[in-house]
């Protein structure tokens, strides 16, 4: 018997099985089928002979778009959470967490889940990016995978650092500018924005590209660095918080000077940032005088928190500026990014820096990385970002 279907690729094609009854009905059903498929097959034909105005039918194979992720939105009131979570990495038995330690997709997987067990939400990532020359095209290939993968999490924020002894000239390389722009272009294509944090807290003295004795040139750099990149780049304006306020009339003054360059207002940057730490000084009031003074000088600038940490005997506070951010006490904060780890011991001499009981913390890191299994461990803000869903 012959039988007339559909194969796999959508073409009418005629099966044979071994008939039943005899030769001469078996022949008869054969040629039947024939013709039916002719006249099927011949349709499209005459109908554009009867009609040259009605263009031919033809098919094309759609690719359906990659299904995204089911995220646990990492929102907290008028805000979004973004966080450097060497701690939550640390649980999952990662050690190295640069983002050449995190640019293998296993790796990476286990960092995301153990940031979404530790803190409740999926927090978008954030991590730094040295332009020192030392294994730079090697540190590119990671950086691409890196953003590729933290990309699927929402926005990725980078710490730009020219280190190394060009400093500032290496945002007038081409050959580093251009590799740069490629990655980023890449992004472009799959949706992802990444918020440049460009040469983050150069208003610091100690700074291996401290801008403080040359502005003029920080700002050139960062004007040819964005002229040069696609965009979804966006460049953010990061000092450190706590060196702005504890020199107050000299960094206001720098600022002007690093925002505005030889203009009167601000003309590059999209985004105003800046770093911010419970050490010498309390967290609201210095927030609240440099979110003033700095949205005195960008008006229409939205900002962001690129890095906001504490010991954690300082929890209570943090948390009241971190709900206090939630409220929109501050119009134009749009996100936080928590600095989840350890700090140099000059801040933090306990070492008790970061979102989780330090004694606990030390005891499951141990543990994950003795039997290569990841630990669980809730942050103190985990309750909080799930009351407030």
């Not at 918080?241 to 030889?262: D, E, S």
């Not at 911010?276 to 003074?293: F, V």
Request: aromatic share 10%; glycine share 4%.
């Amino acid at each position: 018997m012959a039988t007339f279907q559909r194969d796999a690729s959508g073409n009418w094609v005629i099966t044979e099985s071994k008939p039943k009854t005899n030769s001469f009905l078996y022949l008869l059903a054969t040629l039947s089928l024939l013709s039916l498929a002719s006249l099927t097959l011949l349709k499209p034909a005459l109908a554009n002979t009867t009609n040259s105005k009605t263009p031919a039918v033809t098919t094309q194979k759609r690719t359906l778009p990659t299904p995204k992720k089911k995220l646990i939105a990492p929102k907290y009131g008028s805000i979004k959470l973004g966080a450097f979570a060497g701690e939550a990495a640390n649980l999952a038995g990662l050690t190295y967490i640069s983002t050449t330690g995190l640019a293998n997709k296993k790796d990476y997987e286990k960092y995301r889940e153990s940031i979404r067990s530790t803190y409740g939400a999926d927090l978008e990532d954030m991590n730094y990016f040295s332009l020192a020359p030392e294994k730079l095209d090697h540190r590119l290939t990671n950086l691409k995978a890196w953003i590729l993968l933290a990309g699927e999490y929402g926005d990725v924020t980078l710490a730009l650092e020219p280190l190394g002894k060009e400093k500032y000239d290496v945002f007038f390389d081409k050959t580093v500018m251009t590799r740069l722009a490629a990655i980023f272009e890449v992004a472009n294509k799959r949706g992802i924005t990444i918020w440049v944090r460009f040469a983050s807290e150069s208003n610091l003295r100690g700074s291996e590209y401290r801008a403080i004795d040359r502005p003029d040139k920080f700002y050139s750099a960062a004007e040819n660095f964005k002229s040069l990149m696609p965009q979804n780049v966006k460049l953010v304006y990061s000092p450190l918080i706590n060196t702005y306020i504890a020199g107050h009339l000299n960094q206001r003054l720098l600022a002007k000077k690093m925002l505005y360059g030889p203009h009167n207002e601000n003309k590059i940057w999209d985004c105003i940032g800046g770093t911010i730490y419970r050490t010498d000084q309390p967290l609201l009031p210095m927030y609240n005088t440099y979110y003033e003074d700095m949205r005195s000088l960008a008006p229409q600038t939205p900002f962001q928190i690129c890095e906001v940490g504490a010991p954690y005997s300082r929890k209570a506070e943090l948390l009241r500026f971190l709900d206090s951010c939630s409220r929109g006490t501050y119009p134009k904060l749009r996100k936080v990014n928590l600095f989840a780890r350890n700090i140099n011991q000059r801040a933090d001499p306990n070492a008790e820096f970061g979102y989780l009981n330090p004694t606990a913390r030390t005891e499951k890191t141990q543990q994950a990385i003795k039997t290569a299994k990841p630990q669980k461990l809730d942050s103190f803000i985990k309750p909080i970002l799930e009351a407030s869903r």
